[in-house]
């Protein structure tokens, strides 16, 4: 344990996520490793013994694919070439899992499609819970071989943070290679300091963050900031620690930590709220006037087709959409009650003529409230 990181108690759960990072799985000459997968999975059964529940977002098929086909798979840099050296990793992922796991270990593939469509979402959620009910560890990934732009920018820490909301987790915890939040990166900063806790993730925090720690892993501290954030805003804190550190590891298990924790506020999100505010949008907007902008940020109106003034991109009814303001700046965002070919037709209608224009009517709203969420301007950013 890093001696200038004091020991602290983890808050009470009952639910976690563990996500599992691709440098904690991958050997030195290629493949995957025991060496601290089985310290975490250690973890994950004397948490089941205490009447907890455990689910694993582990990364490491990409590793596992490349050191299959070392000789003849490439540098990994090229897209389809990752997308191939996923889907060969995935089975000695999972296998990896199993040898470690008194319990049965079920894989489950996610893409964006499967979080951003609500009925598809829920199924996820009922299957998961399912999962856990009869006593079977989910290891979770992204389905990287069909879902090209999250391979290409999406990552499982940020995956994880919705994996937490998504099944109702009290903690996530992020093990990595590296055992805490610093002031620097403690790599090329010999005055890095670590940081225990952290009561509020401020722009000066995130700053703090370095990239990634390895060619192994794509993702650095930064996305495990966000990640946390994303946690925080569903009211679900977050650890995060070495897994490479065996003593610290054990330590979990006793409801201690040796790393940075990453609070949360009080109160929880609602969680159709926060699916709303976070799972990915469909590639279209629809741009509104100043008069639905007004009625939408007070955060009790529907959007009408009449606030209306534009539709990009393309969506299907019950897509998730960003709603926009004229200048572009997104102000909520919601299930679409039509696609955009229906929308860009009763754009500045009255709801009473939806029924004339499309010769059916699935309400008098393009966007209803409760299917909607207002997004505050720092979420705004990528």
Not at 211 to 218: E, F
Not at 300 to 305: D, G, K, Q, V
Not at 314 to 321: A, C, I, K, S
């Amino acid at each position: 344990m890093n001696a200038r990181l004091p020991d602290q108690v983890l808050p009470p759960w009952r639910r976690a996520v563990l996500k599992v990072g691709s440098n904690l799985l991958a050997a030195d000459g290629g493949g995957l490793t025991v060496r601290h997968a089985a310290a975490l999975a250690q973890f994950i059964a004397a948490s089941h013994a205490q009447g907890r529940q455990v689910v694993l977002v582990s990364s490491g098929a990409v590793a596992a694919g490349r050191a299959l086909l070392r000789e003849r798979a490439s540098g990994g840099s090229d897209l389809v070439a990752r997308q191939a050296l996923a889907a060969l990793g995935q089975a000695p992922m999972i296998a990896l899992w199993q040898s470690l796991s008194p319990r049965p270990v079920a894989q489950v593939l996610l893409t964006h499609d499967d979080l951003r469509n609500r009925r598809r979402y829920l199924n996820a959620r009922a299957t998961l819970r399912e999962l856990l009910a009869l006593d079977v560890l989910p290891v979770i990934n992204e389905n990287d071989t069909v879902a090209v732009d999250e391979l290409k920018l999406g990552d499982n820490d940020n995956l994880a943070a919705i994996v937490a909301a998504l099944v109702d987790a009290d903690l996530l915890l992020i093990a990595s290679d590296i055992d805490a939040l610093y002031t620097a990166d403690p790599r090329v900063d010999a005055a890095a300091v670590p940081i225990p806790q952290v009561a509020e993730l401020t722009p000066a925090i995130i700053a703090m963050a370095g990239g990634s720690g390895s060619a192994v892993g794509t993702g650095g501290m930064r996305t495990k900031l966000e990640a946390a954030a994303k946690a925080a805003a569903a009211g679900i804190a977050t650890a995060l620690f070495c897994g490479s550190d065996a003593a610290t590891v054990q330590a979990l298990g006793t409801g201690r930590l040796c790393g940075t924790l990453v609070h949360a506020p009080a109160s929880r999100m609602q969680a159709r709220k926060y699916w709303l505010r976070h799972a990915p949008a469909a590639p279209g907007h629809i741009v509104v006037d100043a008069g639905a902008v007004r009625a939408l940020t007070g955060g009790r109106a529907s959007l009408l087709p009449g606030g209306i003034v534009q539709v990009t991109g393309e969506f299907h009814r019950g897509d998730m959409v960003e709603i926009v303001a004229g200048d572009g700046h997104a102000i909520a965002r919601g299930l679409s009650q039509y696609g955009a070919a229906e929308v860009r037709r009763l754009a500045g209608q009255h709801s009473r003529a939806i029924h004339s224009l499309l010769g059916y009517s699935y309400g008098d709203e393009v966007v209803h409230r409760d299917d909607m969420a207002t997004v505050a301007p720092m979420e705004t950013g990528a």
